[in-house]
């Protein structure tokens, strides 16, 4: 279904490496598709391999598509009006070794198009903005893995860009770093900014993402809000405290039990909320949360390949 307030589409994105030598392997990418609606973030899901680095380089104009269109704000992406809109992270992004960073920033800030006298206020700013205050003058080669991917970042928005797309945008940043990048992520949403990254880790993910494709083998595998995928419907997770043990009612209803000191987790039938509760409450034991339940996805992933594998779908 086309959206006219679609910021990034994707239709039928496959890719073939070429290997040398050998006759042509499996597509890493087989027909994916993507919508994201202008002004969300959404996330790209799946194992190692699974092909999103491959569909963000095609549509970035890094690898060559062996089919499929890309469009950004409705131009084709990889034409000069389309690279206009788009930011672009890379996986492993890489700064010559003996320039500084406001160097590095002021010739992305030109080549992104910058006006030149707002170049160095941006340049600064923005190494605010990622963490890296103070660091103007600092050559990159002795910068952390964490501080070239913070700088390229930096380098992704530094034309604010309408679309930006980055690939593990989290990949080697400590939990302040982070928080940082989801912060920067959602004034990015604010501001009107589209955002496509692709994650391993579900907390960023859960935080900042209005919806998820959840890529497999080459395949998006499941699309929607994280909740309504990892959800797993008519089971209530409930974390009660103030127990030695679980009422013989409750035990007899409860699956998933796990126990740390007097506070227990465990699963149980929507229906038998109420009377879990309350026999919670007659052994003395307090409720601290209700919530559906959800899997983890670690187990999400590990369920989508054992069914890629075998072929039964569950
Ligand atoms: N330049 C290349 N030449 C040949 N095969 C490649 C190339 N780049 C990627 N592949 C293959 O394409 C498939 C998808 O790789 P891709 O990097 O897109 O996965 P990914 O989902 O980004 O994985 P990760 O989570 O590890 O970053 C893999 O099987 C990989 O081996
Ligand atoms: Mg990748």
Not at 64 to 77: A, C, Q, R, W, Y
Not at 202 to 211: G, H, I, K
Not at 295 to 307: G, Q
Request: hydrophobic content about 40%; glycine content about 12%; some cysteine.
């Amino acid at each position: 279904m086309e959206q006219a307030n679609s910021a990034i589409r994707v239709d039928g994105a496959r890719k073939v490496y070429k290997t040398v030598g050998r006759s042509p392997g499996r597509a890493a990418v087989d027909g994916v598709s993507l919508e994201v609606e202008q002004g969300s973030i959404h996330g790209l899901l799946g194992p190692n391999g699974a092909g999103k680095t491959t569909t963000l380089k095609m549509l970035i104009g890094l690898v060559k598509p062996t089919e499929g269109t890309f469009k950004i704000l409705g131009e084709d992406s990889t034409s000069p009006k389309g690279r206009r809109f788009l930011g672009f992270l890379p996986e492993q992004p890489y700064f010559p070794q003996h320039i500084t960073a406001m160097q590095a920033l002021r010739f992305y800030g030109q080549l992104a198009g910058v006006e030149k006298q707002d170049i160095d206020g941006r340049a600064v700013e923005l190494l605010g903005k990622v963490g890296l205050d103070g660091t103007e003058r600092t050559e990159l080669s002795k910068f952390s893995r964490g501080m070239l991917q913070r700088l390229g970042i930096a380098q992704a928005i530094i034309g604010r860009p309408a679309v930006v797309v980055l690939d593990e945008p989290a990949s080697g940043l400590d939990p302040v770093g982070q928080r940082d990048i989801r912060n920067l992520m959602l004034e990015l949403r604010e501001s009107g900014t589209t955002v496509l990254l692709s994650s391993h880790q579900l907390s960023e993910v859960e935080a900042v993402c209005d919806r998820v494709s959840i890529l497999n083998a080459g395949k998006v595998a499941a699309e929607g809000h994280i909740d309504e995928l990892l959800n797993i419907s008519g089971q209530t997770s409930i974390r009660v405290r103030g127990l030695d043990e679980l009422p013989a009612a409750v035990n007899a209803l409860a699956g998933d039990v796990a126990v740390s000191g007097s506070v227990w987790v465990f699963s149980v039938e929507d229906s038998a909320v109420r009377s879990v509760v309350d026999a919670v409450d007659d052994a003395g034991g307090a409720v601290m949360s209700l919530a559906p339940k959800r899997e983890s996805l670690e187990d999400y992933f590990a369920r989508l390949i054992a069914s890629a594998r075998t072929g039964v779908a569950s």
